[in-house]
Nanobody, 122 residues
Framework: VQLQASGGGLVQAGGSLRLSCAAS????????MGWFRQAPGKELEFVAA????????YYGDSVKGRFTISRDNAKNTLYLQMNSLKPEDAAVYYC????????????????WGQGTQVTVSS
């Protein structure tokens, strides 16, 4: 499966963005999926993860209550709704997939999209 993230851009603090991750090659319904982000000079950070059916979700502490991960297996697409954005949310956001696993750990994911840039102005 190949992943293509989109939806990033420039937004003011307090605003919202919705990221999408479209999959091709195989159905996503076999894969646990996640979002990670990396800001310049910082380590890769877990953002959110969702199980194959969407019934289980995990969030990083810094985004809990503000971001929502969801998926539409019929459309083969993963989403990340980001509300109340802060300057510290600025990063390149990556979508990831792992067959049969839902994890907070980047090492558990084998398939990565190319990333989409999110910039938050204060």
């Amino acid at each position: 499966v190949q992943l293509q993230a989109s939806g990033g851009g420039l937004v003011q603090a307090g605003g919202s963005l919705r990221l999408s991750c479209a999959a091709s090659g195989r159905t996503l319904s076999w894969y646990g999926m996640g979002w990670f982000r990396q800001a310049p000079g910082k380590e890769l950070e877990f953002v959110a993860a969702i199980s194959e059916s969407g019934g289980i979700t995990y969030y990083g502490d810094s985004v809990k209550g503000r971001f929502t991960i969801s998926r539409d297996n019929a459309k083969n697409t993963l989403y990340l709704q980001m509300n109340s954005l802060k300057p510290e949310d600025a990063a390149v956001y990556y979508c990831t997939a792992s067959p049969g696993r839902t994890s907070r750990y980047s090492g558990d994911y084998k398939i990565w999209g190319q990333g989409t840039q999110v910039t938050v102005s204060s």
